[in-house]
């Protein structure tokens, strides 16, 4: 059905063949498999009623599915059901077609509807009804309809529907102004402006440098910030594994295959020499010579002439080219020694004359240097065909109960065991991505199966166990204990030395005698310091002009003073603008107030009944 204007929409603004195309777009283009939703079992059509008026069970698990592939493209992944509800996403659904079916009620109360000439005047003219003609086909409107499920009468009935819905709407949200009163009282906050100065501290303003951490102070910390130093809980995995890079050194290359595939990709390897070449066309070859003789008197630059012709050097560019690549003209441009201007020479496109930027020399490399590569290539390829060739080997090894010990025997695969954790930095055989995802499904009693990796080699896994988290010992994580210990005393000695300077601010000492400070002249709240706490602006706004505070974030002290408040700009398109932005947002704030408490108010005087037993059906077909 057509997706109802939203209330930020005013009704003058809406077309309704806009409407109509959203309507077949979703038909047509997005083919959603919600259309074809028609058997739910036992006789079910509806998943309740608001007043007179059905709620379609097909119209639910359509907009269900709709939302579902929206979250779906967002996250880049499918989203299963479960998930969907875990975001309340069905909830907000069926809040969404009650809204819609209570609106189709109170059209049918009060006898709001569509002509016929109006419905059919805009099916006729949907691109997607029409023929090869051109023009509206019969026989293609039946089709696409029977193919979504749907009879012409339920199309045309629901595109009535919608029209007679948006027209509701639009009497509903239109029509209203924001009260000027609020409009400039919220225009003279969001745009006034503060002006203030920044005093950052670095370790550097400390009076007294940070010791080094004594043993006892490591261990102290260490206990007081264990949750810091475990490592979380893993899954420990044997595998056992085939890789082409390990396979790859046990297999013969014949020579002579080594030169085959060397003539084959002899491009690659004696590659001509070649010229950053630009050409500049003219009509005619007494135009192109009057160019030329300009240029070698001086009189103009060859951007001058390209300039004269229109065109831009990218227009003119042809990268770098071979001697073969320019035809007629090769001969003239390859004779230059040095960057230079060619020509009038004949071109394909007309006499031109060609600017030669750069001279790339030729590259060759023989066989004997590009043997150890291609030989590596080679011995990988037959590595990964030697791989394949034995999954059905691992797979009937697997099938047949043996355990990954044993297949490792029989197979000479590789077997090792790693504590996987999803959170860390993929190294070694987690960095495949088929390794992680199979990993992240595993699950106690899983049954090994082959996994066949990117690269071409195969694994198989098994979860021995979950290793709970588990503190790592204060040796081994000594570095990182030392690196956050001096981190937290820096900041405290920083914050003691804040609070310090600011007493002596406060008591009439000059922010800039103790170090460099920042002035800002005049930002607005939604502004933007680089390199400050994001608690910088709401507190300057905060501030008393006068006043100065210690700021503090992670990585980050200083002091702030707040030195001018400037109010809001009045003139000028950038005041305008926030103006317009803060009206458009007041207006829209009031109609979606409104276009609520309109189809709460329908919903509850015509009365709701939801059938749980339908909505559940549509739910177990969305598993």
């Known amino acids: 059905m057509a997706k109802a204007p939203t209330p930020d929409q005013p009704r003058k603004k809406m077309k309704i063949g806009n409407l109509f195309v959203w309507i077949i777009l979703v038909l047509v283009m997005i083919g959603l498999g919600g259309f074809g939703v028609t058997n739910f079992g036992g006789g079910l059509t509806s998943i309740g009623r608001v007043g007179d008026r059905d709620i379609e069970m097909t119209d639910y698990a359509r907009a269900l599915r709709q939302e579902m592939d929206a979250i779906s493209a967002q996250f880049g992944q499918p989203i299963t059901f479960a998930q969907a509800q875990a975001f309340g996403l069905d909830q907000r659904v069926l809040q969404t077609v009650i809204t819609r079916t209570a609106l189709d009620n109170e059209a049918d109360r009060i006898g709001i509807s569509a002509g016929d000439a109006t419905i059919a005047a805009e099916i006729t003219a949907m691109n997607a009804f029409q023929g090869t003609a051109g023009s509206f086909d019969r026989d293609t409107y039946r089709f696409t309809l029977e193919r979504n499920n749907l009879t012409e009468a339920q199309f045309e009935a629901g595109i009535r529907s919608d029209v007679a819905r948006s027209i509701l709407q639009g009497a509903i949200v239109g029509g209203f102004t924001a009260p000027p009163a609020v409009v400039d009282r919220l225009s003279a906050w969001a745009g006034e402006r503060r002006g203030f100065s920044l005093l950052s501290l670095t370790e550097a303003d400390l009076t007294t440098p940070i010791v080094a951490p004594t043993d006892a102070e490591l261990q102290a910390y260490y206990d007081a910030n264990i949750d810091r130093f475990t490592r979380p809980e893993a899954k420990r995995i044997t595998y056992v594994a085939l890789l082409p890079e390990s396979l ?171 504590d996987y954790i999803a959170t860390d930095t993929p190294e070694g055989i987690t960095a495949y991505p088929a390794f992680r995802e199979a990993a992240d499904a595993l699950a106690e009693g899983d049954f090994p199966e082959v996994i066949q990796l990117a690269d071409g080699g195969i694994v198989a896994l098994r979860l021995d166990a979950i290793v709970p988290p588990t503190p790592i010992p204060l040796d081994e994580a000594r570095d990182d204990v030392v690196a956050g210990w001096q981190a937290d005393a820096t900041a405290k000695a920083l914050s003691d030395r804040a609070a310090a300077i600011l007493t002596e601010v406060q008591g009439g000492a000059a922010l800039g005698g103790f170090g460099i400070v920042s002035v800002t002249r005049a930002i607005t709240r939604d502004g933007f310091v680089e390199n400050t706490p994001a608690t910088l602006l709401p507190t300057v706004f905060a501030m008393t002009e006068g006043e100065v505070q210690v700021i503090q974030g992670d990585g980050f002290t200083g002091l702030v003073r707040l030195d001018n408040i400037q109010p809001a700009e009045t003139e000028g398109e950038d005041a305008a603008a926030l103006v317009d932005s803060i009206e458009l947002r007041a207006r829209q704030a009031l109609a979606q107030d409104a276009f609520t408490l309109f189809t709460n108010a329908l919903s509850n005087e015509a009365g709701i009944q939801i059938d749980q037993t339908a909505i559940n059906a549509v739910h177990a077909q969305m598993n």
């Open 248 to 418: 790859a050194p046990t297999m013969e290359v014949d020579e002579q295959a080594l030169r085959d595939l060397y003539q084959e990709r002899i491009d690659e390897f004696m590659i001509p020499e070649k010229r950053l070449v630009e050409r500049l066309v003219y009509p005619t070859e007494d135009q192109a010579q009057a160019a030329k003789a300009r240029l070698d008197a001086g009189e103009v630059s060859f951007d001058d002439l390209v300039a004269e012709r229109g065109l831009t050097l990218d227009d003119i560019d042809l990268g770098d080219v071979a001697q073969t690549d320019l035809g007629a003209a090769g001969d003239a441009v390859f004779a230059l020694t040095e960057p230079g201007v060619a020509g009038p020479v004949q071109s394909d496109l007309g006499p031109a004359l060609f600017r030669m930027n750069a001279i790339l020399a030729a590259q060759e490399t023989s066989f004997e240097d590009a043997q150890e590569t291609l030989g590596a290539e080679l011995r990988t390829d037959a590595a990964r065909r030697a791989i394949g060739a034995r999954i059905e080997e691992i797979d009937d090894l697997l099938a047949s109960g043996a355990d990954l010990e044993e297949v490792a025997q029989e197979t000479a695969m590789e077997l090792a065991t790693v």
